[in-house]
């Protein structure tokens, strides 16, 4: 029985790793137009270089490979913003950047886990870093509990290098399927914010303690939409790759609740109610003009 439930387990690892292997094809037919326009039309007035619907909106691996081609993290001073629990200062310390400096809102336990980071507790919305410290500015599930969005990006602006790289994935948006962090469907749109959170009580579940209450609470929602993040970031960045994600449960609603979908696009657009979350990457506007400038100085200095 042993040796068969080995051999089992080691089909079984294979199997995951070809179903996984499928993924980039998968994602390439769904990012033809002919295939989402028919799942999702108002994609067709949303910009956007590559589209997801599998709800699989945070892909660490993959979005580091992607940092990766656009910005070498090893020998980089990389700052990690929101970095909670530190759950992913792994994958960065993997590429040995030349420091990694952390910080988050709450200090955590964890952090001692991590003793070759540099943490400080700190709000996003005013860093205490110098102008133009960071080759790489990092962030995962952030910027959708910022209360004032505008003023982190600004302050992401300000420390990353001219010729550096900043990257955020964050999600899921307040506006889609679940998107006040809780298991449920479009209650926290549905209902006033106090009887939500009553709802929310009742239900006594640790997860929805844990993050729909703790950050409704604390005033720890953007409530954002995709379109405000983007203008947002366009202020400050030129955009390098930009990844929305489509909520498939929120989909699979709108066609089974047609009614409520109805009472629900009354008041939001569809756009919201369906964007799960987005990945951008992006570069300081001034970079071209100073990577020149660095350019010229280097030629002169060789002349």
């Not at 926290?188 to 239900?203: G, K, N, S, T």
């Not at 703790?214 to 030129?238: D, K, P, V």
């Not at 489509?246 to 008041?267: C, D, E, G, K, Y």
Request: charged share 25%; proline share 5%.
């Amino acid at each position: 029985m042993l040796a068969r439930c080995k051999a089992f387990a080691k089909r079984s690892g294979w199997l995951v790793r070809a179903v996984r292997a499928t993924y980039p094809a998968l994602n390439w037919v769904r990012n033809r137009p002919a295939f989402y326009l028919r799942v999702a039309p108002y994609l067709a007035r949303m910009e956007f270089d590559e589209v997801l619907l599998s709800g699989r909106g945070n892909e660490p691996e993959a979005h580091l490979r992607r940092t990766r081609r656009l910005r070498p993290v090893r020998d980089a001073d990389v700052l990690a913003l929101g970095v909670g629990h530190a759950d992913e200062l792994g994958l960065w310390l993997r590429e040995r950047p030349r420091s990694l400096t952390a910080v988050d809102f709450f200090a955590r336990a964890r952090w001692r886990e991590y003793p070759g980071v540099a943490f400080a507790r700190m709000d996003v919305r005013r860093l205490g870093f110098a102008d133009a410290s960071f080759d790489l500015v990092v962030s995962t599930a952030l910027l959708e509990h910022v209360d004032g969005v505008e003023l982190a990006v600004r302050e992401m602006a300000r420390v990353v290098r001219p010729t550096g790289l900043v990257f955020a994935n964050f999600g899921p948006l307040y506006y889609t399927y679940g998107g006040a962090h809780y298991l449920g469907a479009f209650e926290h749109l549905l209902m006033p914010e106090d009887e939500f959170v009553r709802y929310l009580e009742r239900r006594g579940i640790p997860y929805e303690r844990e993050e729909a209450l703790f950050y409704l609470r604390h005033g720890m929602f953007s409530r954002w939409t995709y379109r405000q993040y983007l203008e947002a970031f366009r202020r400050h960045f030129e955009m390098e790759h930009v990844t929305l994600h489509v909520s498939p449960q929120a989909l699979a609603f709108r066609r089974r609740h047609p009614a409520v979908w109805r009472a629900l696009t009354a008041r939001y657009e569809e756009e919201d109610l369906l964007t799960f979350a987005a990945t951008v990457w992006m570069r300081p506007k001034s970079s071209g003009a100073e990577a020149a400038n660095v350019a010229g100085r280097t030629l002169v200095e060789a002349r």
